[in-house]
């Protein structure tokens, strides 16, 4: 039975004579033995597990009507046998822009309250998005209130897949149309369970190349040799195999045929996720729904922006924010604060952006400062802001509970709006976080919880003018388990299902899940609490200054990159952690969060000069570029690391600095259409598998390759070059691959980059301050491809103000047949930079210069390098424009 093309409205009926009738339900029968026969036919990679997380008998496997047979270490030795009778398609509807059917479970599953009739709500939402929603018709159940992005009215025309229901009506699956490609396959029910606590189902994949399901330390390819990705969110420096600060269930699958697609399931609830050799993948969530938006593609690309219309594209970013930030906990006062930028500023590192961690407080409260320690603070940040630089500073969401009562406005002002976490009881939930006695949370699902949190941030910024906020410990983190009064017995505390979450505890560093807010429960909840104070937070900021915010944020779900960036937490300093920080910028890429980086030289333990030297040079290219470390380790800034990592910062700053309006330009572009900022290879060259593993290099957009040095003692670097024609950054040297590996010699000092021909870069003269680099005039670098062509883009603004779409100049840049065209599509209100230069490389000596004599240019052309300058010029760029060379 197919569906997706024809919209002709019909009704099947198996079974049951009427919808009425599938819905009463009747009590479920235990499973029958299952059949021998049946059980030897499933290959040991294509087993689904039947005793998951619990200890596997023969005596238990049987009686839950499933095989046994046991064999290697890690492969489930009790399976579920083929087409085994759980849920039954019974009614089946066609919608004008979908369809509805009901299922009927045959048999008991192995968890309590199973919902014995489900229904499967299928909608067409666009040519390239499919949603499968699956609920339980009878009681509405909790659904993720994050991302907030509302939905667009569905509209497909020519869908690009097809919903197939199996004719058995044991299964469905949906197919690319143009290949038949099976995207997402269930269609073998066997193990498909759909309880109160517990809903598991499996996706049988066309290939092993998968990515995302995140937060995770792992390589950017997930392994799928049975193995196990839990999402939770979790206080803990990042370990293999863990559970990290963020959650995000949506993967990107490149197929065989080059093509691709995605799936995002809509569930904040804590999550496994088991990936097995077949390939298949098997979700198994302990609440809500299932809730699944499948994304077409073809491209990766194309795939990340349809998931992107889904949940929300990136927010832009500030300018400044773009530059260095330096940073430490353990700062302790403000004359330290005060010697750690300075010397830094002496020895020539263009610092923006000044940190302080919870130093700065007191008491470790909220929305004060220590006026003893850091007496001067206000006056400080105000003659930052003379100077050109910005000032940011943390906010945990837990708020001080010990204070007397009148002492302490965001204590007294929560309890008055009735706005904290409440216990099972009702009264204000209390547990420990850094303040002295004890802490509560606000609840950010409330409605008044914005008027609390902007009154509580504008009556510190009027005494301390902060320019951005970093939300640290929003899982939430909690010091304590559950709550000083501990947590009460419960299923929500202890489910029938427990994931595969750190230190088998789901109230473990955390607050307990019997907790009550505005918008349900803690165990629903517990995913966004990051998200919905982030979000809170991004507006607050922006209406305290009126212009764009910088928020930072630990913990994250899908969304999160509408409101703010994201660090990659406790990290260690160690070249096993330098490496790890590529694929999760690289994931943080897919997930829509592209203001994303790692602390520089790591945070926890000692650096080195080495390590630093090498992560100083990679840090110059993460998106959001910070310094930060903890406050029992020794410092690692540069200036306190000696001349090498001095001069290698140096060096790499100044490239980021020219490099900023290509790097603000790429941020506009994830802005407007949900393209990526630090890309991974494969999105740029997905007809290209060798770039499907690569996770030690990455791009800047299309234009630029980055590949740092990554191990200690090297002085070369191998890396894989794509097909096409590249240019030495440095040397501005041409290199034709045909897709090969390349050896590069690279001295201390410097971290290996490449320029893609038919890419033009917009670039600024290097200024210490972000904003004297915004103001002065552009050198446009364009590199030819094997045609003679290249594209780019220039996007300039003001900076900071909130309205993007409102007040800009975009430039597109063309180089066709010896000449580069400059075509204003936008313009601003005011004089954006002119031109002053244009570099050409890959030009052969055979062009015509005559046409440069005779117009007058300045110009320098390098036979060797085959590289010409174009200089002195003064091209006004609010009009369109061409210059001709050849």
Same mark, same amino acid.
């Given at each position: ?50 005793? /998951? &997380? ?34 039954? =398609?019974?009614? #089946? ?52 209130? =994050?991302?907030? %992005? ?13 919903? #197939? ?13 143009? @290949? ?6 269930? !269609? ?18 066309? !290939? ?12 950017? %390819?997930?392994?799928?040799? *049975? ?64 809730? =699944? ?33 330096? $940073? ?10 005060? @010697? ?42 105000? !003659? ?5 630089? %910005? ?30 976490? %409440? ?10 976080? *850094? ?23 504008? $009556? ?67 995913? +966004? ?24 944020? &630990? ?146 957009? !299309?234009?630029?390759?980055? +590949?740092? +040095? ?6 070369? +670097? ?13 040397? &501005? ?10 050896? #590069? ?5 410097? #971290? ?63 180089? &066709? ?15 954006? /930079? ?53």
């Amino acid at each position: 039975m197919h569906f997706g093309q024809s919209l002709i409205l019909i009704c099947l009926v198996v079974g049951l004579g009427a919808e009425t009738e599938v819905l009463t339900g009747t009590p479920l029968p235990n499973p029958p033995r299952a059949n021998i026969s049946q059980c030897a036919l499933v290959n040991d990679n294509d087993r689904y597990d039947c005793i /998951p &997380r619990g200890n596997a008998t023969q005596e238990i496997c049987e009686l839950r009507g499933c095989c046994w047979s046991e064999t290697k270490a890690g492969i489930p030795p009790c399976f579920f046998q083929p087409k085994f009778l759980s849920y039954k =398609f019974k009614n #089946i509807t066609e919608k004008p822009d979908g369809l509805e059917a009901y299922l009927e479970r045959s048999y008991k599953s192995i968890y309590p309250n199973d919902i014995t009739v489900i229904k499967l709500i299928a909608t067409y939402q666009s040519d390239s998005t499919l949603r499968i929603k699956i609920i339980d018709p009878r009681r509405k159940r909790y659904e993720s209130i =994050f991302p907030e %992005k509302e939905i667009n009215t569905p509209r497909a025309r020519n869908p690009l897949y097809r919903l #197939i229901i199996e004719k058995d009506y044991q299964g469905f699956k949906v197919v690319r149309v143009s @290949d038949n490609t099976n995207i997402f396959d269930v !269609s073998d029910l066997a193990n498909f369970i759909y309880s109160d606590q517990f809903i598991q189902i499996t996706t049988n994949l066309p !290939s092993t190349y998968l990515y995302g399901l995140g937060e995770h330390k792992e390589r950017f %390819k997930l392994q799928s040799n *049975w193995t196990t990705y839990t999402l939770y969110s979790r206080d803990t420096s990042p370990l293999p195999n863990t559970n990290l600060y963020g959650s995000h269930p949506f993967y990107l699958c490149m197929e065989n045929s080059t093509k691709s697609h995605g799936l995002f399931l809509k569930n904040s609830n804590a999550m496994d996720i088991i990936i097995q050799p077949s390939p298949a993948l098997t979700f198994r969530t302990i609440g809500g729904i299932l809730d =699944f938006f499948i994304f077409l593609g073809p491209t990766p690309s194309d795939v990340l922006k349809q998931y992107q219309e889904i949940i929300g594209k990136p927010k832009m970013p500030p300018y400044w924010s773009l530059g260095f930030h330096l $940073s430490k906990f353990g700062l302790e006062d403000l004359e330290t604060t005060k @010697d750690y930028i300075q010397r830094n500023l002496n020895v020539g590192i263009p610092v923006q952006t000044i940190w302080n961690d919870l130093d700065y407080m007191d008491q470790a409260n909220d929305f004060t400062y220590d006026k003893k320690n850091f007496n001067g603070l206000p006056e400080f940040v105000d !003659s930052l802001h003379e100077q050109g630089r %910005k000032y940011v500073v943390l906010f945990d969401p837990g708020v001080s509970a010990g204070e007397s009562e009148g002492s302490y406005p965001p204590f007294d002002k929560g309890n008055e709006l009735d706005i904290f976490i %409440k216990n099972s009881s009702g009264q204000n939930l209390i547990a420990k976080v *850094w303040n002295p006695v004890s802490t509560v949370y606000p609840d950010f699902t409330h409605p008044k919880t914005f008027e609390y949190w902007k009154l509580m941030m504008k $009556s510190f910024h009027d005494d301390v003018a902060f320019d951005g906020a970093w939300l640290d410990m929003n899982e939430p983190s909690n010091m304590i388990q559950g709550s000083l009064n501990g947590c009460p017995d419960s299923e929500l505390e202890t489910p029938p299902y427990l994931p595969n979450v750190l230190e088998n505890s789901l109230n473990k560093k955390t607050i307990c899940m019997t907790a009550k807010q505005y918008a349900g429960v803690q165990y629903d909840l517990h995913n +966004v609490f990051g998200i919905s104070e982030t979000n809170i937070t991004s507006k607050v900021v922006s209406e305290i200054l009126g212009e764009r915010s910088l928020v930072i944020a &630990r913990s994250t779900f899908p969304g999160s990159g509408q409101y703010a960036g994201h660090w990659s937490g406790d990290i260690g300093s160690n070249w096993e952690d330098l490496r790890y920080s590529i694929p999760q910028l690289l994931d943080f890429s897919l997930f829509g969060m592209p203001l994303m980086g790692a602390d520089i030289c790591g945070f926890f333990g000692p650096s080195n000069e080495p390590l630093c030297n090498r992560w100083m040079q990679l840090g110059a290219f993460y998106p959001f570029s910070r310094n930060h470390n903890s406050k029992w380790t020794q410092e690692q800034d540069p200036a306190s690391m000696g001349d090498r990592v001095i001069n290698s910062s140096k060096k790499a700053l100044e490239i980021r600095y020219t490099l900023l309006p290509y790097l603000y330009t790429l941020f506009w572009q994830a802005n407007q259409n949900g393209s990526t900022v630090a890309r991974p290879l494969l999105i740029e060259f997905p007809e290209d598998p060798n770039t499907y593993e690569i996770d030690t290099s990455f791009l800047w957009g !299309s234009g630029l390759l980055i +590949v740092p +040095v990554l191990e200690e003692n090297k002085n070369s +670097v191998a890396t894989y070059l794509p097909k096409g024609v590249w240019y030495n950054y440095y040397t &501005r040297k041409i290199l034709r691959s045909v897709g090969e590996v390349i050896d #590069i010699e690279v001295d201390d000092e410097t #971290i290996p980059l490449f320029i893609q021909g038919g890419q033009i870069i917009p670039t600024q003269d290097f200024k210490p301050l972000t904003e004297d680099v915004r103001n002065s005039d552009l050198t446009i670098v364009a590199a030819l491809d094997e045609n003679g062509n290249a594209n780019g883009m220039f996007y300039w603004d003001d900076g900071i103000s909130i309205d993007v779409g409102k007040n800009y100049t975009l430039l597109s840049l063309k180089v &066709r047949n010896g000449t580069l065209s400059v075509d204003v599509i936008n313009k601003s209100i005011e004089e954006p /930079p002119k031109i002053k230069s244009i570099e050409i490389l890959g030009l052969d000596e055979s062009f015509n210069q005559r046409i440069l004599h005779q117009r007058q240019y300045d110009y320098v052309y390098n036979k060797e390098r085959q590289n010409l300058m174009i200089q002195n010029l003064n091209i006004n760029c609010s009009s369109s424009t061409s210059l001709q060379w050849s």
